[in-house]
Every structure is written in C-alpha cells, then in structure tokens.
C-alpha cells in the first residue's frame, strides 16, 4: 500500500485531501516535524522509510521540500530538473523513481526525476502519468 507522509499544517491537508474512493488503499501519515523541515531533515525522515514500501509521497513546506527534490535526481543537464531548480513552487509535484534496494541507500544522485508539474500545468488539464517522459493532456 503507498504511504502518504504530509505536515500537519492546515495548506499540506487543503493541498492533499484523501479521497474517499482512495480508503484502504492509501495510508496517509502526518507528521509535525514536517513542517519548515530542511532538506537534511526530510532525506533523513526519507531514509528511515519501511523498506517494504515501494511508492510513497511526501507533503510538505519549501524551501526544504523542493530542495531535496532538486537535489535528488542524477540527471543534472536535464532540462526539467534546470526548470524545478530554478523554481519549485507551493503545491508542485515531483516523482523521483529510485532504484535502491533499502530507503536507507537513498542520496543526491541517486533518483531519475519522472515527472516535474506546477501548479499552473494541472489547472490547465495536465494530469499525473508519472510512467511517461511528459504529462497526459486529459
């Protein structure tokens, strides 16, 4: 079942409300030390992860958030890793894919960066399809 790790402020719980057709199949975690947590933090929260888990979703605040989305992928030239350094705003989805054997192993680097959306592109009917290189028009 994919875990779902979101701070316990009111935005993370306005930004990602659980719907109900998703009960029993999401396990939704919230957690304080989320909120204004640095990069450092969220890779270490990261690291601690079951390692039974194979998809989970982190919630939480910039700049800390977006900087450990930008700091874990390996493609460094990739145009939209350039795009989500430059600017990874409130409510922007990141899917990094690892291929690590334990959540533990997890470091910069060691992520391919499958999906990069603002907040702009989903309002205007991109839709998350995480397994191609380019979002879905819906």
Not at 19 to 33: H, I
Not at 51 to 63: A, E, T
Not at 67 to 84: D, I
Not at 89 to 107: M, Q, R
Request: aromatic share 6%.
């Amino acid at each position: 079942m994919p875990e779902v790790v979101r701070s316990t402020c009111p935005g993370c719980k306005r930004s990602l409300n659980i719907p109900a057709e998703w009960s029993g199949k999401v396990e939704l975690q919230e957690e304080r030390g989320l909120y204004n947590a640095s990069q450092a933090s969220l890779l270490t929260r990261a690291r601690g992860l079951a390692d039974l888990l194979v998809r989970v979703g982190f919630v939480g605040h910039n700049p800390g958030i977006g900087e450990l989305a930008v700091s874990l992928p390996h493609s460094r030239g990739s145009a939209e890793l350039r795009r989500m350094a430059a600017k990874f705003p409130t409510c922007g989805v990141a899917v990094l894919d690892f291929s690590v054997g334990h959540w533990g192993k997890i470091k910069p680097g060691s992520a391919r960066l499958s999906l990069f959306l603002t907040p702009s592109e989903l309002k205007a009917g991109q839709r998350l399809n995480p397994r191609s290189k380019a979002p879905d028009a819906t």
